[in-house]
């Protein structure tokens, strides 16, 4: 066994964790012969572009821009695009275009998937938060009808830059009291993917996230050591090739 280091920066790991995503079992058979319903946000633009891809259905579709709401920083203006404030569902196979998450949830049960992205992960005990802005809870409200409601799946693909220190319940109950101000926080249990998720299925090799940041590019990247085969080392070191060719 032999361990060897990556740098995977933000936009790298979406598309890393995107791909592990569309792999999954439950993704595919959900597309295929239920309802897969891919919820707008940064992440879940790439696994738009890969479940499309897959079904020759990408006509026009675009990444950019496809979201809801978006943290920025001072002054920032984020991309604006045409699939803004959509989603993608896709049935049995077929791109359900100008549907979202509001049209269909109340169709949604066992074996259809939802994969919704969030803003907080706490990776070690397997929990997500995802920050509320709307007064009437936004698209987690349907979300949470469908999967608690009727069992239906939810995948949460969320890279680790978003990793939090401290109970996600705890956090949420600090900025959901009456005297805070600020979007609030709604813990949520799913799949959660990440890199290190990700990195181990598509590899087989062992993932550890053993540093994080950088600069000229690397803000907000993570450092990560796989131990594996030489083998597995060497598909890691491709699959991570093509991913920034893919960018």
Do not use: C
């Not at 879940?44 to 572009?49: I, R």
């Not at 803003?119 to 949470?144: E, M, S």
């Not at 249990?189 to 299925?201: C, K, Q, S, Y």
């Amino acid at each position: 066994m032999k361990t060897r280091q990556f740098l995977i920066t933000v936009e790298e790991g979406k598309r890393l964790v995107s791909r592990a995503v569309a792999a999954m079992d439950a993704v595919q058979q959900a597309a295929k012969a239920h309802t897969l319903a891919i919820i707008a946000g940064t992440t879940n633009g790439y696994l738009a572009e890969e479940m499309l891809a897959q079904f020759g259905q990408m006509g026009d579709f675009t990444r950019v821009g496809f979201r809801r709401g978006a943290n920025v920083g001072p002054g920032g203006k984020p991309e604006t695009g045409p699939f803004a404030n959509t989603d993608v569902i896709i049935r049995e196979g077929v791109w359900l275009r100008g549907k979202t998450i509001f049209d269909i949830a109340s169709e949604l049960g066992q074996g259809d998937v939802i994969v919704k992205g969030a803003n907080a992960v706490q990776a070690d005990r397997k929990a997500a938060g995802v920050q509320i802005g709307h007064p009437q809870f936004g698209t987690i409200a349907p979300i949470l009808e469908a999967v608690m409601g009727r069992r239906a799946r939810l995948v949460i693909p969320v890279g680790l830059e978003k990793r939090v220190i401290g109970e996600i319940v705890e956090l949420a109950a600090l900025v959901n009291a009456p005297d805070s101000s600020g979007p609030r926080l709604q813990p949520v249990v799913g799949d959660i993917v990440t890199e290190l998720e990700a990195l181990e299925a598509l590899t087989g090799a062992r993932a550890a996230l053993i540093a994080a940041g950088g600069i000229a590019g690397a803000e907000g990247s993570g450092t990560y050591a796989l131990t594996g085969s030489e083998e597995q080392l060497q598909a890691a070191e491709s699959l991570l090739r093509g991913i920034r060719t893919a960018q």
